[in-house]
């Protein structure tokens, strides 16, 4: 008995002394509130584990992480690419000695220069029938003869990387040209996104189905072997070429110290360490504790919690602790399924129950009063985003939406059966469906919840087993074409039309708006679409949110990226600061 | 005649010992609340806003309110009725399955003995929280696929033990002593062993509440139980996000209420035990 | 342990294969189209009669090759070796403290049984295991964790001691929750052997009664206590869900649920099948420890 307590004892003194911080490297802290598949590009779907492959593995082009808009910048590329007169033919350029890291992959163990065989190659992993990458979505029928090339492949036990492809032309080492089918003006886009990233073929092959956990790029950072623990640590690259953190950015940016490091070599820090913590708790004490330097607060009303009203508590500000709150580039939304009948004619149905929702208190309950109503379905920042429209059924107007009710044929909601909208198992779903619910009431419309997990609600979506439900887009990438093709005909279910809403005049308009590259003309476009599918109502449309992060006073160089998995490569930490400061915690 | 007297010597040991009362007080009580709130005779305008969101309690809302101004003690009552309802539904579907399997395959051995253990090593082999999930996953979730993922889960470990004691008691002197007068097999099974077993059913039974209880309250919490209802693992759920901002009232409400009958439950187990066994009489 | 392992394959089968639904759209992610789809159900197998695909999951019960994970398409015995190492150092230092606490008790308890004492501590463990796993997570964390900084709020370090500060939280909730229910078996069982009449016949001829409790009761205790602990060896390598992904333990508990979520199906049939065979082995083990314990069992 003595004995045990005495075990217990030491099992008690160890477990209370805890490891002291390290002030000597620059180590970056930083936490992933998600699982990490794997380091293979071709699936990264998701912003995290794009965001883990991104300190790894480089694309062609990044987004300037300073200038706003969103501006293309070469990365692996020298320069933009020349396109041919008719739109077609992208010839480009790629940078001369850059390596890949050093790995067993490769003869000696040294990490070879990159050439553009290896671009060639990481495009055509996309279109691999072996692989089914979940990127292929994105030059799917758009490059010319890929797709032939995947048809022909599946069959054949191993897909044949040495056959040439129209589309893909290697001219010397560093030059190549891309030819497409049709015009394609969110190409650049696409290869800027995790999904194109450039692997070696070296490491693919000698990994084999092992590749995943063995990223071997051409990044500011290396991981030597992917251990699917909860933690994962980055040393900085001896390797990585000079690349050097921008001299310029957006207005101001001088003022809130982002030009600092202008100039430098990057990467500026020696370290990156990722715990990946799942629950919203353990998250938010570690940050607290100093453990982690940067912290996404999740979209739900944790955010509240932090900050209770827009600005941080006087205790966090004395810690240094800095908030940003960023609009961001997403919309999330109620979906009709118009395969049934009781919504597809019935557009006043649709209306009457847009106007029952009380956006401005779910906005209060569940966004902090931080989100933007969402008057359709571009997110404010995009190209077709006219601020002074106001939809007038996004509009919370009870007496209006009963009377709209009536003339659908429901008078006080006689006759029309409970409407399920499906939705995530997760907290603040849930609790948005009961606000939902609970506002429809008053109008007489009965809503039921129906909670899925993830994989269960995508199934439910694309087999079109639901009345409605619920979800947030994300933008993959700048261009209001990732929008309005959520309520392109062609692309309901399986495809990202989950409303299943079709509409020719649109769907004219969608095919030419898409096919312009960037210009006020396809702008204007745009607006029309825009504004003539809000007064369709075929979502209830939501909110264009705020997302949150909080650093601490010695990150530095932070700034909000919507597509940020290149970002961290330009992270600095202040050790002096962090000395400081680190007494408080 | 054995029966009654034992259960009325069983009341009266029962009547003396004041823990045992006052759970069963308590668990009546929750049940009354339970019927009660199934009638809608209490509880029923739980949807209902009463006040600001995030009250914290007040002689005026006694648990606080939630973040829609809902009031937290009505939600705990309408939470008491999913529940109990959970326990029992369990408990019906388990103790017929537990104790009928476990009593044959004991008494009879043999192939029907073979039978049956390998049906519930099949079942127990399967971590149950696993099976839990899986069944509530694919049954499309909502109280039923509850009921049914807790019966299925539930009954194992009460035909395990049945089945022990069973083998246990049929080698015991009185109840070759019933063989050796002339008993058939179900008069010895049903007759002699089954009443010297009751304590495993009672002290299984109450255990099986409380942790149909628990896992219902888990299931809720990580989404795949109660739809549209409050449960007090939904409210759990909710605190989750709300307790940094100090709105503890949720947690704390659901918890109480859980932790009362469940630990009620526990104490009247035990307490029913000692008053059941036959072994201890008289002492 | 063959037919048993042929159950649980079907159940598996019945529940996975017949009755869960078509995860490819979740394999493609929120972009798939419809041709990738089908091609995807093709080369998952799940074009295959009814029976081969039956087949499929009993060959893996037996190979013990699971294939690949859908969701991180990792090799699955290479995810279990992984997640194994910090689910056993959580569940097994848990575990044994709360077995070998519970015991004690139980023995002390049972020798004051029916005073004031036993009745105090028995209300202490009742209490304690009837308070929600998630109210001890929420509260312990937050407290013990982060106001009085005695313990690593969430993670895992490889190697001891340096996972004891990350496991050592999750492990006295663990205790807690388990104490109430082996408490109240154990003084069941020994209370049970108490009233047996070789006990008497022990005290009358004036053998001490912590003797008699030690030597006599314990050992005839022995039994279930042995089946009891036994029975809940195997389920160990599951680690416990709740708390390895409240914790951020990357063991095996985190790595079912993150699976169940994600409608993960080879890694839940694999962890299942997992579970399943260790029972199986360690229903074997029990049975000869019982040998050990109750020479009558070897006469039979």
């Keep these: ?585 | 005649m054995k029966t009654n007297s034992l259960w009325k010597d069983a009341f009266l040991r029962l009547a003396k010992d004041k823990w045992a009362l006052i759970s069963l007080i308590i668990v009546v009580a929750y049940a009354l609340v339970a019927i009660l709130s199934s009638l809608g005779i209490i509880a029923s305008g739980w949807a209902q806003e009463v006040g600001a969101s995030n009250l914290p309690p007040s002689t005026e809302y006694w648990f606080g309110t939630d973040i829609f101004g809902r009031s937290v003690l009505t939600k705990v009552i309408r939470g008491t009725q999913v529940a109990m309802s959970v326990g029992l539904a369990t408990s019906l579907i388990a103790i017929p399955i537990g104790v009928f399997l476990g009593a044959i395959a004991g008494y009879f051995g043999g192939w029907v003995d073979d039978m049956i253990t390998w049906l519930y090593t099949t079942f127990s082999s399967i971590p149950n929280i696993m099976l839990l999930i899986s069944i509530t996953m694919i049954l499309g979730k909502g109280l039923f696929a509850v009921y049914v993922a807790l019966g299925a889960t539930s009954w194992v470990t009460l035909c395990r033990l049945i089945r022990g004691e069973v083998m246990k008691h049929k080698e015991r002197e009185y109840v070759q002593a019933a063989g050796a007068i002339g008993g058939g097999h179900m008069r010895k099974l049903f007759l002699h062993i089954l009443p010297n077993v009751t304590h495993i059913v009672i002290i299984n039974t109450s255990l099986q509440f409380q942790v149909a209880i628990k896992s219902e309250v888990i299931l809720s919490y990580l989404g795949l139980g109660v739809q549209g209802e409050p449960s007090w693992g939904t409210m759990i759920d909710d605190a989750k996000l709300e307790l940094a901002r100090g709105v503890w009232w949720q947690l704390a409400g659901a918890t109480l209420a859980m932790f009362l009958v469940v630990l009620a439950f526990n104490l009247l187990g035990d307490a029913l035990r000692d008053a059941l066994d036959p072994k201890l009489k008289g002492k | 342990m063959i037919p048993v392992l042929l159950g649980v394959s079907l159940i598996i089968f019945v529940l996975f294969n017949l009755v869960a639904g078509d995860p490819t759209a979740v394999l493609l992610g929120k972009n798939a189209t419809a041709r990738q789809m089908a091609d995807l159900r093709e080369q998952l197998g799940l074009n295959k009669s009814l029976f081969a695909q039956y087949m499929d999951v009993v060959k893996s019960a037996f190979t013990f090759n699971f294939g690949y994970s859908w969701a991180t398409k990792q090799e699955i015995t290479y995810m279990i070796r992984q997640g194994a190492y910090p689910s056993l150092c959580l569940s097994i230092p848990a575990f044994v403290l709360s077995t070998v606490f519970s015991l004690i008790i139980s023995l002390f308890v049972a020798y004051y049984r029916g005073k004031g004492i036993d009745l105090f501590i028995r209300f202490l463990c009742i209490a304690g295991m009837s308070i929600s796993a998630l109210a001890y997570i929420l509260f312990f964390q937050w407290f013990f964790a982060f106001e009085m900084g005695w313990f690593e709020i969430s993670g895992f370090e490889y190697g001891f001691p340096d996972f004891i500060p990350y496991i050592a939280l999750p492990a006295i909730i663990w205790i807690l929750l388990s104490l109430g229910p082996d408490v109240r078996f154990f003084r069941t069982v020994i209370l049970d052997e108490i009233y047996q009449d070789y006990v008497r016949t022990a005290r009358a001829k004036g053998l001490s009664e912590i003797n008699i409790l030690l030597k006599h009761v314990l050992r005839n205790a022995m039994i279930p206590i042995i089946t009891y602990v036994v029975i809940q060896l195997p389920f160990l390598i599951l680690g416990a869900l709740l708390l390895e992904s409240f914790f951020s333990i990357p063991g095996l508990g985190g790595m079912t649920l993150n699976a169940l979520n994600s409608s993960d199906f080879p890694v839940i049939k694999a962890m299942a099948i997992l579970s399943s065979v260790m029972y199986i082995v360690f229903g074997l083990i029990s049975d000869i420890l019982y040998t050990f314990a109750d020479p009558r069992v070897k006469l039979k």
């Design chain 1, 1 to 585: 008995m003595k004995r045990l307590v005495l075990l217990f004892g030491i099992f008690l003194l160890a477990a209370s002394c805890s490891k002291d911080r390290n002030f000597d490297e620059r180590e970056l802290h930083l936490i992933s509130p998600e699982k990490i598949a794997g380091f293979d590009p071709i699936h990264a779907s998701d912003m995290y584990s794009g965001n883990e492959m991104g300190k790894v593995y480089e694309g062609l082009f990044e987004f300037h992480p300073l200038k706003r808009p969103y501006e293309l910048m070469p990365n692996l590329a020298e320069t933009l690419p020349e396109v041919s007169a008719d739109g077609l033919t992208y010839t480009f350029k790629i940078k001369k000695g850059v390596l890949f890291h050093d790995s067993s992959a490769f003869k000696d163990g040294k990490g070879r220069e990159l050439n553009s065989d290896d671009v060639l190659y990481s495009l055509k992993r996309l279109a691999d029938p072996k692989l089914q990458a979940k990127g292929w979505w994105l030059f799917d029928d758009k490059i010319l003869g890929l797709n032939e090339w995947k048809d022909k492949n599946a069959p054949l036990e191993a897909s044949n990387y040495s056959e040439e492809i129209e589309g893909l032309k290697k001219i010397d080492n560093h030059t190549f040209s891309i030819k497409l089918k049709k015009p394609y003006p969110q190409f650049l886009y696409a290869l800027a996104m995790p999904y194109s990233f450039i692997v070696a073929k070296e490491a693919v092959e000698h990994f084999g189905k092992e590749f995943l956990n063995h990223p071997v790029g051409t990044g500011p950072f290396i991981l030597p072997k992917f251990e699917q623990t909860n933690r994962i640590v980055y040393t900085k690259n001896p390797t990585f070429r000079e690349k050097l953190y921008p001299s310029e950015g957006e207005e101001g940016d001088d003022k809130l110290g982002l030009l600092a490091d202008a100039g430098k070599r990057i990467p500026l820090v020696d370290k990156i360490i990722v715990d990946i913590i799942v629950e919203s708790q353990p998250k938010w004490l570690s940050f607290q504790k100093a453990k982690a330097d940067l912290l996404e607060i999740p979209k739900d009303n944790f955010d509240q919690a932090v900050i209770g009203g827009k600005e941080l508590s006087p205790e966090l500000k004395g810690k240094g602790i800095r908030l940003f709150a960023n609009p961001q580039l997403d919309v999330t939304f109620f979906a009709f399924n118009h395969d049934d009948a009781i919504f597809k004619n019935n557009k006043k149905l649709r209306q009457a129950i847009s106007m029952a929702w009380n956006r401005e208190e779910a906005n209060k309950l569940f966004y902090n009063s931080a989100a933007v109503e969402a008057q359709s379905v571009i997110p404010p920042g995009l190209g077709g985003y006219r601020k002074e429209f106001k939809n007038p059924f996004v509009k919370y107007d009870p007496e209006t939406a009963k009377k709209l009710l009536a003339e659908a044929g429901y008078p006080n909601g006689k006759g029309l059966p409970a409407i399920t909208v499906q939705t995530r198992n997760e907290t603040v779903a849930r609790q948005i469906i009961e606000h939902f619910a609970k506002n429809l009431e008053k109008i007489g419309v009965q809503v039921k919840v129906g909670m899925n997990t993830w994989p269960e609600l995508v199934n439910k979506v694309t087999k079109r087993q639901h009345q409605m439900y619920t979800m947030g887009w994300g933008a993959d990438y700048p261009d209001a074409e990732n929008f309005l093709g959520l309520l392109y005909c062609p692309n309901s279910s399986p495809g990202s039309n989950g409303a299943n809403y079709c509409n020719s005049e649109f769907d004219n308009l969608f095919v030419t708006a898409t096919a312009m590259q960037e210009s006020p003309e396809r702008n204007a476009m745009y607006e029309k679409m825009n504004e003539m599918i809000a007064n369709e109502v075929p979502w209830i449309f939501g909110f264009h949110r705020t997302k949150f992060y909080l650093s601490h006073a010695w990150l530095k160089n932070y700034k909000f990226m919507e597509f940020n998995h290149a970002q961290f490569q330009y992270l600095n930490v202040d050790l002096e600061v962090k000395k400081e400061l680190s007494k408080k915690f």
